[in-house]
């Protein structure tokens, strides 16, 4: 028969065990640009008659988008040097990328290197996937029916992009990262990168257009720091 104390110290470890992990900082991130702001100019899906008929309003070009206020959607945040060899629990959670209106939902995506990624048509249309990536095996496949899935995985760091060969206007880009620390703004230019250990870091914003810019950050416990990348005009 156990003592008091064993059973005691049983349920403490199950308390232990069941608590969160609360160590770590975090990082708050704005992305800003300086210059004129560039137009959205709305995509002639006329190619195929689903397309143009699928989308009720008119849908923009994705390449540059910036709110009034100068802030940027669609930048990548990632942490790029300071993290040493540490290696990182791949997420089993899965990314998804949707063809649907025929554009790709969502343009700009990051996970982890071997996370996997649901690829989905829910078009009644045929697309094309075809991965444009240098440091790994590309893909290219057609998915011809509305409901078609297929279950993809980047093996090596690397910003991939995503074109359709059937409609040129698709395009999408995935961030892949052998880490957890990376995080894409908002409309509003905003993003979170949570539960960094403490540390100092080079990080790094990334845009299709604006390319990247890179800043220092030191990360303390249960903080957040705030960081602002600014783009400027070319
Ligand atoms: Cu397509």
């Not at 094309?128 to 980047?154: L, R, Y």
């Not at 880490?179 to 979170?192: I, L, N, Q, R, W």
Request: charged share 25%; proline share 5%; hydrophobic share 40%.
């Amino acid at each position: 028969m156990k003592t008091f104390a064993a059973k005691l110290g049983a349920l403490a470890l199950v308390a232990m065990i069941a608590q969160p992990v609360l160590a770590g900082g975090s990082v708050k991130a704005k992305a800003k640009f300086d210059g004129e702001r560039p137009r959205r100019t709305v995509l002639k899906m006329d190619a195929d008659q689903y397309c143009a008929k699928a989308n009720e309003k008119k849908v923009g070009s994705e390449e540059a988008i910036v709110s009034k206020e100068g802030m940027v959607k669609n930048v990548i945040v990632y942490v790029k040097d300071g993290l040493g060899d540490a290696e990182f629990e791949v997420p089993t959670e899965k990314a998804e990328l949707n063809q649907q209106g025929c554009m790709y939902h969502p343009h700009v995506q990051a996970l982890q290197a071997k996370q996997p990624m649901i690829v989905k048509n829910s078009d009644a249309t045929l697309h094309n996937i075809h991965s444009f990536a240098e440091k790994q095996k590309a893909f290219n496949f057609a998915q011809p029916k509305q409901g078609d899935e297929k279950e993809v995985t980047f093996s090596r760091p690397e910003i991939v992009k995503i074109k359709c060969d059937v409609h040129p206007w698709m395009s999408a880009y995935v961030g892949v990262f052998d880490h957890p620390f990376h995080a894409v703004t908002e409309k509003d230019g905003d993003c979170e990168i949570a539960n960094l250990p403490p540390g100092e870091y080079t990080l790094a914003a990334w845009h299709e257009t604006f390319g990247e810019v890179e800043q220092k950050v030191t990360v303390a416990d249960g903080e957040a720091a705030e960081v602002e990348f600014v783009f400027k005009a070319k």
